[in-house]
């Protein structure tokens, strides 16, 4: 009996070793909160479970797991109230569910001979971030101008348009009115909602092309509420700002 306990507690003692060489991360940034686990002897390296929250009500936006600094597996995207929303794997390189709904044809462009010819694909490029997330720091990083607001205006809006390739997104903001001070702020917060997050390349014939994904168009009424045009997809609770913890 003695010898198998031994037997055993030798087998269990490198699982628990192993365990033991991980320690937890705690990243914060102006809304988010990342929480992750590093190897003991070299925080550099992620190695364990992943998860993103905002900082103020703790609502997660996605979790998953890295080996070696690489995502690997199923990591899982949350929408408005906790529901997922899009779960993608990693190490697969394939998008497993997803309840996003693409209401503009996603346009993509096809090399043909010398040119680059443009043509409609049913699937369009996936970012791999939570919606919540983006909208809820537009509506937060966002401003109405003043002077906008003064000289009779009750109402702005912007679109904006990735153009997606291999090589990353490359992002453009429309705008309603040809304020600079508008414009300069819609830039300045689609930087920060779209800082790190990345996509997963459309593919015609089973090849990546370069395709445009075109967002909602979204709307400020002065002087702070913000809403869609239609009736919004799945996402941030427009009635009440989710980052708001009163």
């Known amino acids: 009996m003695l010898y198998r306990l031994l037997f055993v507690g030798l087998f269990l003692l490198p699982s628990l070793l192993e365990a033991q060489q991980l320690k937890l991360v705690k990243k914060r940034s102006k809304y988010l909160l990342e929480q992750f686990e590093v190897l003991a002897d070299n925080d550099t390296i992620r190695e364990g479970r992943y998860k993103k929250?905002?900082?103020t009500n703790r609502q997660v936006l996605e979790e998953g797991h890295y080996e070696e600094n690489q995502r690997v597996g199923v990591w899982t995207f949350y929408g408005a109230n906790n529901v997922?929303?899009?779960q993608y794997?990693?190490?697969?390189?394939?998008?497993?569910?997803?309840?996003?709904f693409q209401h503009v044809a996603t346009l993509a462009q096809i090399p043909q001979a010398d040119t680059l010819a443009q043509v409609y694909i049913d699937n369009a490029p996936v970012y791999l971030a939570s919606s919540e997330q983006i909208w809820c720091i537009l509506l937060r990083e966002i401003h109405f101008p003043a002077r906008?607001?003064?000289?009779?205006?009750?109402?702005?809006?912007?679109?904006?348009?990735?153009?997606?390739?291999?090589?990353?997104p490359f992002y453009r903001v429309t705008v309603s009115h040809?304020?600079?001070?508008f414009t300069a702020s819609c830039n300045k917060a689609m930087r920060l909602a779209f800082s790190g997050v990345k996509w997963v390349s459309a593919a015609y014939q089973q090849r990546p092309v370069t395709a445009m994904y075109q967002f909602e168009k979204f709307t400020l009424m002065a002087p702070s509420m913000k809403i869609y045009d239609n009736d919004p997809?799945?996402?941030p609770p427009w009635s009440k700002d989710p980052l708001d913890t009163q």
Do not use: D, H, Q
């Open 89 to 100: 794997n990693y190490s697969t390189k394939k998008v497993i569910s997803t309840t996003r």
């Open 84 to 86: 997922p929303e899009l």
């Open 178 to 181: 040809p304020s600079a001070e």
């Open 148 to 168: 906008l607001y003064k000289a009779g205006l009750r109402e702005l809006s912007f679109k904006i348009t990735a153009t997606v390739s291999e090589a990353g």
């Open 53 to 55: 929250l905002f900082l």
């Open 233 to 235: 997809p799945p996402g």
